[in-house]
């Protein structure tokens, strides 16, 4: 029983740190670009960015080709990215019993540059993720991943507990 | 009942027709020159009819016309042959007769990272003799992408080079310390020419041309000398524009394309002292190269341009009247393949050079002339 309110939980924070993260990483990309053209004299409105913004979380769903030819979109990229190293940092803590808070933290960040690394090999040093061309671009990127991996720790935290609360009662 | 079926039966008949001669409409034929070329870039034809071609790998060579056999070039200069870079655009000097010149742009990889670097020397019995540098771009990054790369000698003999924006660094095609996402202009000696346009910024390079552009790979000009140019946009926004000296094109501040990830690079597709293009491509067709045909051989063609496109594989006909394009007929989609460059003969053929990323050594030659020649 237990093994099933761990599964659950652990896909419930998953999914919701998934859409945070993800969430996060389109807003700073917006940001970034938004911010460069006010730079450069643009009337940026209010609504220009929150326009700017839907797109972008519209955008995410569009698909990227890979270099298999397989075409897949940036919320996949982030939730497969997360996937592997939620799973990777569960299995060790199951052998070197880390700080979970941390290790999650870490795993999200680890997670989140991979995708640049991956893209960065796949194209031949092209970055996808236009906000991360510049250092500080990178550690912000790095930090959503960072925080993304801690709300998912907590809040698989918080589903466990929600779970054996029903339970009890 | 009688009439209608009657009426259907024209109907058939009259379109059955038209299909078949519709089908048979081609003016044109193709002929394949040569297949086994490995990633083919730019041709260019020499006075004697034979052809030079470069291929990204790094390899020039000499297209012999009656051996039909290609002989390489040696002592090319060695490029940076990876991703996108590599030997590219391959330029006679316009008073080759005289001198023997020919102009090559290529990727190189310096201690500052890698850029485009352009040579000239003497063509001399399939030798190159008296390399010399005469331009290195101030665009060093760590891809190997969005070169630009294209030649062209304008009517005053002066070069105009192609540089692209790097990819990783699109924002400094708005600056004009450096050359990502600029045309420039230089001599025909690598020198800077006392007419090019004067910017207002202190640190404005000397032989910027116009900026504001992404990877330019098409540079033409008409009969009267107007300069067009073309550029690969991101996903969608693929432009061609009319080139004035001292110019901005926009990019990335307006353009009509998105980001490889579905984000915008820009909300602004238009913006006051920033060019507009006289036309524009979304979804991307990937623009490759281009050429204006004046041969006698297609009178229907006279004065058209060509541009080649890579993603959709065809030649895109455009009739062009006072700056605003007419017309766009899309043109030898049965080619099915990438089409790298095209160019307009001396004699008045189409010369179209295809690539393919796929399979080593399939790029091919081929040539368009009329059907009944």
Redesign the interface.
Known sequence: MHSIKLFFSLLLAFIFSSILISVFI?FQ??IW?IF??KT?G?DISFF?LV??FL??L?????P?LMQWGIPI??YSIISIALFFGYFLTFIIRFIVPVNSMFSFGFAGLVSVYGIIFYTKIT????????SV?ELMGLLIFCLIGFIGGIFFNQLKEFFLKVFTYEKNN | MKKIIKYLLISIIYFSLSYSVNANDKIYKLEILYEGLDMPWDIDFLPNGDFLVSELTGKLKIYNSSLEKFITVSNVPSVLA??QGGLSDVELHPDFELNNLIYISYSIKTEEGNTLRVSRAKLHQNTLIDVETIHTAKAF?????HYGARLLFLNDKTLLISSGDG?????KA?ELDNHFGKILRINDDGSIPSDNPIFSEDRALKDIFTYGHRNQQGLAKDINGVIYSHEHGP?GGDELNIINPGLNYGWP?ITYG???????????KK?EGMEQPIKYWTPSIALSDMTFYYGDLFPEWYGNLFISALASGDVRRLAIKDNIVLSEEIMFKEINSRIRSIKSSKSGDLIILTESREKKNSGKIIRVSPKNL
Do not use: C
């Open positions: 389109l990309n917006t670009n460069w053209l450069q643009f220009v326009d700017s797109h972008d519209r955008g995410g769903l569009s990227i979109n940036m194209f031949d040093e092209i970055v996808l993720i236009s061309r | 990876r991703s990054r760590k891809t190997s992408a990819f990783n660094h699109r924002e708005q996903k501040a998105i980001d490889y990830n579905g984000s915008i690079i820009s909300p602004f913006k």
